[in-house]
């Protein structure tokens, strides 16, 4: 099993910036890629980035390019969502996810960081 621990969320405004952590514990071996997905009230989870384990690249959709970043300290077992430029509908709570293909469950789930942004 992997274990991930989320923090670093909080309330911030138009404009600003915010870093998650995710504390990646456990049997890591089976990790393809890590992500970040985010949920608003009312809405889906959706995907805004992932790093893949296998050389590092990272991809991001349309709505957050240029403004969210991800990045992983193996030294340190972490992932990091760092968030510019951050405007009110990027309000939700943010989850940490492990992708791993060999393992029977196929991904975990952090238990979630709450960001809001105000305008």
Known sequence: QVQLVESGGGSVQAGGSLTLSCAVSGDTFCVSSMGWYRQAPGKEREW???????GGSTEY??????RFIV?????????????????PDDTGVYYCNAATPCDPSGN????GTQVTVSS
Not at 61 to 66: I, L, W
Not at 71 to 87: E, P
């Open 48 to 54: 805004v980035g992932s790093v893949f384990m296998d």
């Open 61 to 66: 959709p349309r709505s957050v390019k240029d």
């Open 71 to 87: 990045s992983r300290d193996d030294a340190r077992n972490t992932v990091s969502l760092q968030m510019n430029n951050l405007k």
């Open 108 to 111: 975990y789930w952090g238990q």
